[in-house]
Nanobody
Framework: QVQLVESGGGLVQAGGSLRLSCLVSGGTIDINAMGWFRQAPGQEREFVSAITRSTIRTVYADSVKGRVTISRDNAKNTVSMQMNSLKPGDTAVYYC???????????????????WGQGTQVSVSS
């Protein structure tokens, strides 16, 4: 069974940077895309970024475009997201997700992802 484990979260001051990583185990051949989502207390789960495993097509939320970069290293079975110029509004639990279905571009719909990690906390202070 596919398992996802996030790491790299923490406390950072506004304007700082963090790099989140997701380690995938249990099989990766059938995974079409990997995505990052976040959820703050009292808020809906929000799409952040996603990337296809083979074609490296990427999609970003407008709220983070220009500040984050998603990448993948298939040889190491990892997906990472570099986050720069962090704002207090970026504070949330960040989740890694995997989609098995073949799509031309990765989907922004969390309901279409098949596997999820447990999340890593990102806190940005002002």
């Amino acid at each position: 069974q596919v398992q996802l484990v996030e790491s790299g979260g923490g406390l950072v001051q506004a304007g700082g940077s963090l790099r989140l990583s997701c380690l995938v185990s249990g099989g990766t051949i059938d995974i079409n895309a990997m995505g990052w989502f976040r959820q703050a207390p009292g808020q809906e789960r929000e799409f952040v970024s996603a990337i296809t495993r083979s074609t490296i097509r990427t999609v970003y939320a407008d709220s983070v475009k220009g500040r984050v970069t998603i990448s993948r290293d298939n040889a190491k079975n990892t997906v990472s997201m570099q986050m720069n110029s962090l704002k207090p509004g970026d504070t949330a639990v960040y989740y890694c997700a995997a989609d098995r279905t073949t799509r031309y571009y990765p989907t922004q719909n969390p309901g279409l992802y098949d596997y999820w990690g447990q999340g890593t906390q990102v806190s940005v202070s002002s």
